[in-house]
């Protein structure tokens, strides 16, 4: 009898696997420029990855304009940071267009923060959130440099990774305020996120 073929190994990474993916390699109808069917797939992975955060902010903005929570200049923060996203997103799948790729579409996942009603885990939710999104651009790049793709690799460095390593920053400040003025994680809420929505510079503006 023979041997069972053993299953093919795949490298550890924290990129998320498009299972449904349509490669378009082998395609008349695009002009393919040197993009391996791989980080095609990985690619249109972090594209539905990026499209479930942009959702999340959509729904934290959402959270903080209720009536019983009234914080609108978090509320705008937190829409304009899901503009950011979905900008980003775009830019991608425009990459991905004039490289011959394709986005199979992948359905979005439900947000799953409802619970989140106060401004310092929704803050603590966002910095994960781009510290997670980082770390997949970093594989996103490594595998485009595994694939002979120094141009993708440079792409995504520049353009998707160095932007999110700058919020994360950006976050990392936002949160030692909100801790400073007595933020706490509960829906409470307290002067603490009145000051914040009234006097910080990144909500205010």
């Known amino acids: 009898m023979a041997e069972a073929e053993p299953a093919r190994k795949r490298l550890k990474s924290s990129l998320p696997v498009c299972g449904s993916h349509r490669s378009s390699a082998g395609s008349s109808s695009r002009a393919r420029q040197n993009l391996s069917p791989a980080v ?31 914080l609108p200049r978090v509320a705008a923060f937190f829409h304009k940071e899901a ?77 998707f990774l160095t932007p999110r390593v700058d919020r994360i920053k950006l976050l990392g400040d936002l949160l030692t305020s909100a801790r400073q003025v007595g933020c706490t994680m509960d829906e409470k809420g307290g002067f603490g996120e009145y000051i914040l929505n009234e006097l910080q510079e990144e909500f205010t503006e």
């Open 83 to 159: 503009v950011k996203q979905q900008a980003n997103i775009e830019d991608m799948l425009n990459y991905l267009a004039e490289r011959g790729g394709q986005y199979c579409g992948k359905d979005i996942q439900r947000p799953n923060c409802e619970a989140i009603c106060a401004l310092l885990p929704a803050l603590e939710l966002l910095e994960l959130q781009l510290k997670e999104e980082a770390v997949v651009l970093v594989d996103l790049s490594q595998l485009a440099r595994k694939h002979e793709d120094p141009h993708t690799a440079s792409v995504v460095k520049s353009h």
């Open 40 to 70: 095609e797939e990985a690619v249109c992975g972090v594209c539905s990855l990026l499209w479930n955060g942009a959702y999340r902010l959509q729904a934290l903005a959402s959270a903080f304009e209720r009536e019983d929570i009234a």
